[in-house]
């Protein structure tokens, strides 16, 4: 689970939604407004400006002139005194005339403080903006001096002032954005020789090399260095985890030398739903395992120790692994074709684990502890595979209380109403199905999926029905009864109806009267300033794929797009699945080459030094939008920044650190392969094929025989980030350029398109991905049979979900629906018109390939 998901799920229980939604509406804004701060909802002083940007309501003096980077304050508070702080905070600054901005909310300052949100952004609650290091210096003794005693979590980012709330960071004061090492768009600073680098903004404080610390800070940075670990009583070896709540260690006790497990709780940090924070939930912690003692399914207490004002609990070091890891060794839905021997061995293992992890369940129930946080992440199997032992207690309470769930991992969410046992029983119910089908966390979008993956999974194992319609009925108990008839309204690969079905859940979705976005994607949405527009997570990728698969024109949407892109917002990137190029050549293929012209203009009116060379955001796809704006509208310029975009481009490929089509060589790659392909040029050529092999060597071969993208601790087959990507380009090399290298490759990266199971359906980073590869590439032999292609079509019916009566699939993570090309329902109805088309369909620059049986000498044979 990425945790940064989460924050966008509470906005709307559809889709994923900003944070700051909760309290701006439309839907529910009367009553929510209530949850605003009182001086959110104030006038704005005379002489001042306020204005919102995403969490912040900022407010500045009119006349108030602020350098573009500076040392900037931060205050932070708890729930209970945030007000009251905020009260003092505000009078302080508008009467000294010092610009600041502040979180206007209490839910979005519990959401900044909960256990899973950002740690480098967690407890900032007020910013304060001096305009030199002189009045930074004499506002931070004020604030200081105005806060004395406030109790308030520490800003890991940040240097604390004393012991107080008052925190302190260099950093920038405006919104500028340039491209870190991974080819990521970052809040940038500039350096003394005026390139603009990140702005880090990580969970630990650092001060830029080119800074020197004003001298005031001195005594707080030495009280910094002054904490250390060197006389504990346990050694830290490794950490195991972290969260905003603190991290979990692996530890050696220094007398005994025994291995522990080491849990580290901040305070007034990582909040709860009940608000509980770390050092109350480490506290829990320990009374129930206290409690569950002598158990032999539960850890044993070692000790507690603090460092500063931080609590650590010492547990025992329990062997083995996560239930999670063993999807990876062990479930044979990995495989192409698992035969019935294989999945009834699975079968069998499943049903034992399973009855294992309820035997530990009824066992700590017996000592009137409830878990409240079963998943597969909080079970941890022996090397023998025969006994299991339940771990993270930091959400148990006694039975008989009967709390409500306050931490809880998306798949094993249990619904408002259970408390108690029920939490656990519900989540026992999860795991039955999770086990076969690790799809649970669509179950809070729609309980009665439940019963489709029920099915799904009587289909393909040996279980007994009875084991899975006991889950069904404990997941769905206080629902009403669904219709009887199929689950999704039309199959996936029943085209063009299933095509018909995805467009009206597209249309259902559509929110003309927002101005950030038309249609709900991915979170990266809100990420970078205009992406709801983008052709990756926007209006310009789903405009894309219905015009691509022959649906009507949606003209209210193009409308919205050229309205939105009239005047483009300071700081819109200008790359192709992330910004204006790709909205560029969209708006061209939809009719308004007036509008696709003005805005390549603007994005060669950008500086392109210090962007990434890569195809998602970088120069590959910029080079490859104006390339083709220059062909299509007549305009020879654009070809020349095209070749300016290609030498850049040239230059930075060996620099690369990932591998895959977005974010790799492979990008850059399929830019000197269009390239060569208009001009003749065999240097391009000679560049596309050190590319490819620059992301091959990256790879690694299974035991299998299939070629992925090896990322150091997983290995990734998928069409963004992963081999699917690199084997969609090798295509288009080889059409024109033999190597039998190069050609073993391609068909080692078929064989890894050809899992019975993939965890998500996108276009990215899933099944969609599959689908679109299979059904384009002209890789000869097994694998690329129209059998192979509607495997994986029959797998995305796992993970629909009807919306309002249609087809629809939910976005990353699996924790809402979204509707964008990158990640959603837009990706999913682009690879199943490419199947339905033969590869007539396709993601820009990568139409069918070209099949030259002629394409020059082999190389490397």
């Not at 910004?579 to 050549?585: D, N, R, S, V, Y």
């Not at 050529?685 to 990322?711: K, P, W, Y």
């Not at 150091?712 to 290298?741: E, F, K, Q």
Request: one cysteine or more; glycine letters at 10%; aromatic letters at 8%.
């Amino acid at each position: 689970m990425i945790k940064g998901y989460a924050a966008f799920c509470d906005a709307d229980p559809h889709f994923y939604d900003a944070p700051h939604r909760m309290n701006t509406g439309p839907a529910g804004a009367a009553d929510r407004r209530g949850e605003q701060y009182e001086l959110a909802l104030a006038p704005v002083p005379e002489g001042w400006q306020r204005h919102r940007v995403g969490d912040w309501l900022a407010l500045r003096p009119v006349d108030c002139q602020l350098p573009e980077q500076g040392w900037k304050i931060h205050v932070s508070a708890c729930l209970g005194n945030a007000e009251s702080v905020l009260a003092r905070v505000s009078t302080y600054c508008q009467e000294q005339r010092v610009a600041y901005k502040f979180v206007p909310s209490r839910y979005l300052l519990h959401h900044r403080n909960a256990k899973y949100a950002d740690r480098a952004a967690s407890g900032k609650f007020i910013t304060v903006y001096p305009s030199d290091d002189e009045r930074c210096h004499h506002v931070a003794e004020d604030l200081a001096a105005l806060l004395d005693g406030e109790p308030a979590p520490y800003v890991l980012s940040d240097l604390r002032w004393g012991s107080g709330p008052v925190h302190l960071r260099y950093g920038s004061f405006t919104r500028r954005h340039c491209y870190d090492e991974e080819g990521e768009l970052r809040p940038a600073v500039r350096r003394p020789d005026g390139r603009l680098v990140p702005d880090l903004r990580g969970p630990a404080f650092r001060i830029p090399d080119w800074i020197e610390p004003p001298a005031f800070l001195a005594p707080h940075l030495e009280a910094r260095a002054a904490v250390t670990v060197g006389e504990l009583p346990y050694a830290v070896e490794s950490a195991l985890h972290f969260s905003n709540g603190g991290g979990v260690y692996v530890g050696r006790d220094r007398a005994t030398g025994e291995k522990v497990v080491l849990k580290e709780a901040r305070p007034h940090a990582g909040l709860a739903a009940d608000g509980a924070d770390a050092v109350a939930r480490l506290r829990r912690e320990q009374e129930a395992l206290e409690r569950l003692s002598g158990l032999g399914c539960t850890p044993e207490v070692r000790g507690t120790f603090s460092v500063g004002d931080h609590q650590f609990l010492a547990m025992e070091f329990v062997e083995g692994r996560p239930l999670n890891t063993f999807f990876a060794r062990r479930h044979p839905l990995i495989e192409s074709d698992p035969g019935p021997e294989a999945l009834a061995e699975y079968t069998a293992w499943a049903l034992r684990i399973h009855r294992l992890v309820e035997d530990a369940v009824h066992a700590v129930h017996a000592r009137g502890v409830v878990f409240n946080d079963l998943h597969l992440f909080n079970i941890m199997v022996s090397d023998d595979e025969q006994s299991v032992t339940l771990i993270d207690f930091e959400a148990a309470a006694p039975i008989d209380e009967g709390r409500r769930q306050t931490v809880a991992n998306p798949g094993f969410v249990a619904p408002a109403d259970r408390r108690g046992r029920d939490v656990d029983r519900y989540a026992l119910a999860c795991l039955r199905l999770a086990l076969f089908l690790p799809l649970t966390s669509l179950l809070p979008l729609d309980r009665a999926k439940a019963r489709h993956l029920a099915d799904i999974a009587a289909e393909q194992f040996p279980v007994d029905r009875r084991f899975l319609d006991e889950a069904v009925e404990e997941i769905t108990r206080g629902t009403a009864r669904p219709a009887a008839g199929p689950y999704l309204p039309v199959e996936p690969g029943d085209w063009p109806r299933s095509r018909d079905s995805m467009v009206r859940a597209l249309l259902a979705s559509a929110t003309p009267e927002r101005d950030d976005r038309f249609f709900p994607g991915d979170i990266a949405q809100f990420a970078t300033t205009g992406g709801g527009a983008t052709f990756g997570y926007g209006t310009a990728g789903v405009l894309y794929a219905l015009a691509e698969t022959g649906a009507d024109p949606h003209t209210e949407a193009e409308e919205w797009l050229l309205r939105h892109t009239k005047a483009p917002e300071s700081g819109t990137p200008i790359g192709f699945y992330d910004g204006l190029t790709g909205i560029a050549w969209t708006l061209d293929r939809l009719g308004h080459p007036e509008r696709a012209l003005e805005l390549a203009e603007s994005a060669q009116a950008r500086p392109w030094e210090g962007i990434a060379p890569d195809l998602h955001g970088g120069l590959a796809g910029v080079g490859l939008a104006l390339d083709s704006l220059a062909t299509t509208t007549g305009t020879p310029a654009l070809h020349e920044a095209a070749r300016r975009c290609a030498e850049l481009v040239a230059e930075a490929v060996p620099g690369i650190t990932r591998a895959g089509l977005l974010y790799g060589a492979s990008g850059p790659a399929l830019l000197f392969v269009r390239l060569y392909e208009r001009t003749g040029d065999t240097t391009l050529l000679d560049r596309a094929g050190d590319a490819l092999r620059q992301d091959l060597a990256r790879c690694v071969r299974s035991a299998s025989g299939t070629l992925q993208v090896d990322e150091g601790w997983r290995t990734m087959p998928y069409l963004g980030a992963g081999s699917v990507g690199i084997g969609m380009v090798l295509d288009d090399y080889l059409a024109h350029r033999a190597d039998a290298d190069l050609e073993r490759a391609r068909r080692e990266i078929v064989r890894a398109a050809q899992a019975t199971f993939y965890a998500q359906p996108g276009l990215f980073r899933g099944a969609a991905g599959m689908v679109l590869h299979l059904s384009r590439t002209t890789a000869p032999g097994p694998g690329t049979t129209p059998r192979d292609v509607r495997r994986q079509i029959d797998a995305l019916t796992r993970h629909a979900v009807p919306h309002e009566g249609h087809l629809a699939f939910p976005g990353e993570q699996m924790m809402r629906l979204s509707m964008d090309l990158a990640t959603g329902t837009a990706g999913c109805l682009l690879a199943l018109g490419s199947a339905a088309s033969g590869g007539d369909v396709h993601l820009p620059f990568l139409p069918p390939p070209r099949r030259n049986p002629q394409a020059g000498p082999v190389q490397g044979s």
